[in-house]
């Protein structure tokens, strides 16, 4: 009986060692297919991985270049709104300098005038084809009258023809209404000046012997009673003569501009000091 208890023993001993070899083989294929399963695992899945990995940096990327986009966007926008709004700022700082510039020359040109004037601006033409009558900002409350001569720094512009109480109707010397005494500055050689076209017209009752050339200037002679002497009219910028006529035909260009008119004077009709 000892003798089969101790055989059993050893049996069962063995059984024991051997399950524990077994179990210890077992996990040392299990390691070894599971180290030949993961470099199988890495060999398939690394370029999948890779791929993933520059999918999700390219996202990213586009995703901050996006988020960059829409800051760039709003900036052009600012951007955009600023220089428009710098460019409104420009354009009346040139447009306050162009009438600094013409009001100056005005200024100047008012000293030269021996009689008190009246600054007033242009608000408005004759609806005919060229202009014919201009609307001045000054009225009978600002001393206009009737027949005031209208003038401003390049020469005469015309006379009042209607007055309101804040505003006047101006008669311009182009038109075919209008008759201003003028002569040659030259020669001295008169007549009236009746115009006929937008800063044009002709000088009357100029003799068929009176010396006359081209780009001569007449200015008003003070004969009409309305403009005072030497203000300037035009350039002598056509002539012809007939032999059945005992004048000649000059044409003048005014040396005012009445498509760009905008400030003139009033010239009132008290004179400061006596006209020579």
Same mark, same amino acid.
């Not at 220089?83 to 030269?112: D, G, P, S, V």
């Not at 242009?122 to 202009?131: D, K, L, T, W």
């Not at 005012?256 to 009709?269: A, G, N, Q, R, S």
């Given at each position: @009986? ?5 055989? /059993? ?21 299990? /390691? ?6 993961? *470099?199988?695992?890495? #060999? ?25 986009? &829409?800051?760039?966007?709003? #900036? ?17 700082? #040139? ?5 600094? &510039?013409?009001?100056? %020359? ?26 014919? @009558?201009?609307?001045?900002? +000054? ?7 009737? /027949? ?12 009042? *023809? ?14 075919? !209404? ?6 040659? #500055?030259?020669?001295?050689? +008169?007549?009236?000046?009746?115009? !006929?076209?937008? /800063? ?7 003799? *068929?012997? %009176? ?11 003070? @004969? ?10 035009? &350039? ?11 004048? +000649? ?25 006596? +006209?020579?």
């Amino acid at each position: @009986m000892l003798f089969h208890k101790f055989i /059993n023993d050893i049996i069962l001993k063995r059984k024991k060692e051997a399950y524990l070899v077994g179990l210890v083989l077992i996990l040392i294929f299990l /390691n070894l297919k599971f180290h030949s399963f993961k *470099a199988i695992w890495f #060999e398939v899945s690394g370029p999948v991985l890779k791929g993933l990995d520059r999918l999700w940096y390219c996202l990213e990327t586009a995703k901050e270049r996006y988020i960059e986009l &829409q800051h760039v966007k709003k #900036e052009n926008v600012r951007l955009k709104k600023e220089i428009f709004t710098l460019k409104a700022k420009l354009a009346a700082c #040139e447009e306050i300098k162009k009438t600094n &510039q013409r009001l100056e %020359a005005l200024l100047k040109f008012k000293k030269k005038i021996y009689y008190p004037t009246l600054g007033a601006r242009v608000i408005g033409y004759s609806p005919e084809f060229f202009p014919r @009558m201009i609307f001045i900002d +000054q009225g009978s409350k600002d001393g206009v009258g009737l /027949n005031f001569p209208i003038v401003c720094k390049d020469g005469a512009v015309g006379e009042v *023809a209607a007055v309101f109480p804040h505003y006047a109707k101006v008669l311009l010397i182009i038109s075919s !209404n209008s008759h201003v005494a003028v002569m040659s #500055e030259r020669t001295r050689t +008169q007549g009236i000046f009746v115009g !006929n076209g937008i /800063n044009q017209g002709e000088v009357l009752y100029i003799r *068929a012997d %009176a010396d006359v050339k081209k780009g001569d200037l007449f200015v008003t002679s003070g @004969m009409d009673g309305i403009f005072p002497k030497g203000i300037q009219v035009g &350039q002598v910028i056509g002539i012809s003569k007939s032999k059945t006529s005992l004048f +000649q035909k000059v044409i003048l260009k005014t040396r005012v501009d009445f498509t760009k008119l905008e400030e003139v004077l009033v010239i009132l009709k008290s004179p400061r000091v006596s +006209q020579k």
